[in-house]
């Protein structure tokens, strides 16, 4: 193994699992070198990643020395604002800021989007086959998995689409670890972001729409939410809102052009299939690399020899977790039979808080209940926007592999790039052709 970990490495970002199980070998929980000279401890193991998330002796408000030391300036005081979020809370504020979102995500009123996000997936396929006649490939982050969650949660939140691009750039930057990116290239992003979500909330101020930054800026209820409370909501939503379902749609597609068979089963298995295969990408290929990170406030003891010492650094790699063979047989290969119907997950839902009633994970390939991914987290910090995310993957995935039958990568799986860092996973790009067209 090596000394250090690199997040930066475009080798470990590619393909990071060989490392995560060669950590998870040495134990469920292990303390690593990073990069930028710090120490931090991995949870890697499916069970102790579940500890970890709904344990209170792992706070979430992040640890003073995290990273490198940096100088006072004004990106660093944007960056400090817009982490005010409730992901980097506790109770009781995280409590208070969730119940303040949580009216938005119910399932009523994500169902209602239902009907607009099939209006949007047939536009988008339409521009992908557009495109595919005019120019032979398309790369189908760019024009099918980034607009369809950010024009969906744009639509949500009242973030004009006009203003997409410029966010999708500054929030790839923030995202990704500095050492990825050229000098400087974060802080502007930092910066350019309290600046737009400033204006953005200033406008909401002066002229309210029915969207969720309106609601919430008018909103006084439970104290409602101060200045800085809003610019972080606001930043959370639309990151977390748009991030992770384009790498799930990205990363499904991928998967689904890479196993034609697997292509083939959910073509004929209808719904029940489709949402099998939503499932088996969240766990095969987790949009969310790790969760936030957490630290320890006081000595903790996780049993087979990891005692983490309090005020260390703690990441829970959900990624590693869903490759775990004490909870899932085979766990690299890409079987989405494991979520069929009669399973765990079957149904393709789950409850608020991600807990299952049957923790005993899959007995044998293909038979028995799949131990529940960890893809939206656990715990008090489960995904408001699980429902929403599945909802989206559900429709856009069918419709786009129907209405383009002869898709197929234009490269290499291997030449892909991918995202950098440990928060968020999926290709940069991926290029496609249609083979009937040739």
Not at 54 to 61: L, Q, W, Y
Not at 83 to 92: I, K, Q
Not at 137 to 158: K, N, Q, Y
Not at 206 to 234: C, I, K, T
Request: aromatic share 6%; charged share 25%; proline share 9%.
């Amino acid at each position: 193994m090596p000394e250090t970990l690199n997040p930066a490495d475009p080798g470990f970002a590619h393909d990071p699992y060989p490392y995560y199980a060669r950590l998870r070998a040495r134990g469920p929980v292990a303390r690593v070198a990073l990069a930028n000279g710090t120490h931090a401890w991995l949870v890697t193991g499916y069970d102790r990643a579940r500890e970890v998330l709904a344990d209170p002796r792992f706070s979430n408000v992040p640890p003073p020395r995290a990273g490198r030391p940096k100088p006072d300036s004004p990106a660093r005081r944007a960056q400090a604002c817009l982490a005010r979020h409730m992901l980097n809370s506790d109770a009781p504020d995280h409590l208070r800021l969730r119940r303040l979102t949580t009216a938005a995500f119910t399932p009523r009123r994500v169902d209602a989007l239902r009907p607009r996000i099939e209006r949007l997936t047939d536009g988008l396929v339409a521009e992908v086959s557009s495109l595919l006649a005019r120019e032979g490939t398309v790369d189908l982050v760019d024009a099918f998995a980034f607009p369809l969650p950010v024009l969906v949660i744009g639509e949500v939140l009242g973030v004009p689409e006009a203003d997409r691009a410029s966010l999708r750039e500054w929030t790839y930057r923030v995202g990704s670890p500095t050492d990825a990116l050229e000098r400087g290239a974060t802080d502007e992003a930092w910066a350019a972001l309290h600046a737009y979500f400033t204006t953005l909330i200033a406008h909401k101020r002066r002229s309210p729409g029915d969207d969720l930054f309106s609601a919430l800026v008018h909103d006084a209820s439970e104290g409602g939410l101060d200045d800085g409370e809003l610019l972080a909501m606001a930043f959370l939503l639309l990151f977390a809102g748009y991030e992770t379902t384009m790498n799930l749609l990205a990363s499904a597609s991928l998967l689904l052009l890479t196993h034609p068979r697997e292509l083939a089963a959910a073509r004929e298995g209808g719904e029940a299939r489709w949402a099998a295969v939503v499932e088996e990408t969240l766990r095969h290929a987790s949009p969310l690399e790790g969760t936030t990170w957490r630290r320890t406030t006081e000595r903790v003891d996780l049993g087979g020899g990891a005692v983490i010492p309090a005020e260390e650094s703690v990441l829970v790699v959900l990624a590693a977790a869903g490759r775990d063979p004490e909870r899932f047989p085979d766990p690299d290969a890409f079987r989405p039979a494991r979520y069929l119907a009669g399973t765990a997950t079957g149904d393709g839902t789950a409850t608020d808080d991600g807990a299952r009633r049957d923790e005993g994970g899959e007995r044998d390939a293909g038979v028995g209940r799949p131990a529940p991914h960890l893809a939206f987290g656990h715990g008090p910090h489960f995904c408001l926007g699980s429902r929403l995310a599945r909802m989206e993957a559900t429709i856009a995935l069918p419709r786009l592999f129907d209405a383009l039958p002869g898709l197929a990568l234009a490269t290499e799986p291997e030449r892909l790039p991918y995202r950098p860092g440990l928060l968020v996973r999926g290709p940069r790009e991926l290029p496609v052709t249609h083979a009937a067209r040739h």
